[in-house]
Nanobody, 118 residues
């Protein structure tokens, strides 16, 4: 499965961005999907995940209420709507595919950089 993330950029604090990840596989709907991020000098961390059908989502406490993950199994895409962005959201964001809780990621996409200025 190849994953291609897009939508990153520079935004002011309080602004919004929408990330999108396109998957190559016809088996896209078999995978739970998620977003992770890695800030400069920090470990990669979980941001959000969505189950195979799109009926269940889970978020890191740091983004809960501000970010929304969604998927379109007909188009093989998963999106991350990011609102009320903070400077601490600055990171490279990675799309991921796997199973269950994504405790083990099967496939990673190349990252897309999000920079939030204060």
């Amino acid at each position: 499965v190849q994953l291609q993330a897009s939508g990153g950029g520079l935004v002011q604090a309080g602004g919004s961005l929408r990330l999108s990840c396109a998957a190559s596989a016809r088996t896209f709907s078999r995978y739970a999907m998620g977003w992770f991020r890695q800030a400069p000098g920090k470990e990669r961390e979980f941001v959000a995940r969505i189950n195979r059908s799109g009926g269940s989502t889970y978020y890191a406490d740091s983004v809960k209420g501000r970010f929304t993950i969604s998927r379109d199994n007909a188009r093989n895409t998963v999106d991350l709507q990011m609102n009320s962005l903070k400077p601490e959201d600055t990171a490279v964001y990675y799309c991921a595919a796997g199973y269950g809780s994504l405790s083990r990621v099967e496939y990673w996409g190349k990252g897309t950089l999000v920079t939030v200025s204060s």
